[in-house]
T-cell receptor, first 115, second 110 residues
Framework: DTEVTQTPKHLVMGMTNKKSLKCEQH?????MYWYKQKAKKPPELMFV???????INESVPSRFSPECPNSSLLNLHLHALQPEDSALYLC??????????????FGQGTRLTVV | EDQVTQSPEALRLQEGESSSLNCSYT??????LFWYRQDPGKGPEFLFT???AGEEKEKERLKATLTKKESFLHITAPKPEDSATYLC???????????FGTGTRLTVIP
């Protein structure tokens, strides 16, 4: 089973709303990622959690707040977003980040529209 | 500066017309090169991992190869269902990130 589950699949939110994106995996992976993807562009890293600790934050605005409650769950809390934040948000996981077996498996994404 | 470049940007093939996609990289310390397939509006689907020069992996009509400077994704006798964007990504020494190239949009015409 190489499944990463993201909810919701679609989200429309106003600029004053607070919402959360959720991601879950049951593959025993210890690294989880949030990526942002704009149309016809490659995924861009936002956050990496390794063993439930935030290890990379690629200078993402504070209106995005990640949370890793346990090794199977990853959330992305959204607050006061801007229309330019509209994108496909992808969650991924990998067994680890070093050595072999570091391929990342992606969820189907959440299509976010900020109005 | 670390760079990953994919070419061509877009490729149109007739069904059955074999071709290759290129992923060139200039990085300091490669810890793995990965190929993904992405359909519109979906998450990337993992295809292959390559770790060292000379390594090859195959799956159905796809074959991935790796040299010290580039990787190729060979598509043999493609079918319309192979139409997608193909992304390569690298994992660098000392980094937890997967860094993606810009992708090749493949269209296979019946």
């Amino acid at each position: 089973d190489t499944e990463v589950t993201q909810t919701p699949k679609h989200l429309v939110m106003g600029m004053t709303n607070k919402k959360s994106l959720k991601c879950e995996q049951h593959m025993g992976h210890r690294a989880m990622y949030w990526y942002k993807q704009k149309a016809k562009k490659p995924p861009e890293l936002m956050f990496v959690y390794s063993y439930e600790k935030l290890s990379i934050n690629e200078s993402v605005p504070s209106r995005f707040s990640p949370e890793c409650p346990n090794s199977s769950l990853l959330n992305l809390h959204l607050h006061a977003l801007q229309p330019e934040d509209s994108a496909l948000y992808l969650c991924a996981s990998s067994l680890g980040t070093g050595g072999l077996n570091t391929e990342a498996f992606f969820g189907q994404g959440t299509r976010l529209t900020v109005v | 500066e670390d760079q990953v470049t994919q070419s061509p940007e877009a490729l149109r093939l007739q069904e059955g017309e074999s071709s290759s996609l290129n992923c060139s990289y200039t990085v300091s310390g490669l810890r793995g090169l990965f190929w993904y397939r992405q359909d519109p509006g979906k998450g990337p689907e993992f295809l292959f991992t390559l770790y060292s020069a000379g390594e090859e992996k195959e799956k159905e009509r796809l074959k991935a190869t790796l040299t010290k400077k580039e990787s190729f994704l060979h598509i043999t006798a493609p079918k319309p269902e192979d139409s997608a964007t193909y992304l390569c990504a690298v994992r660098l020494s000392g980094a937890n990130n997967l860094f993606f190239g810009t992708g090749t949009r493949l269209t296979v015409i019946p």
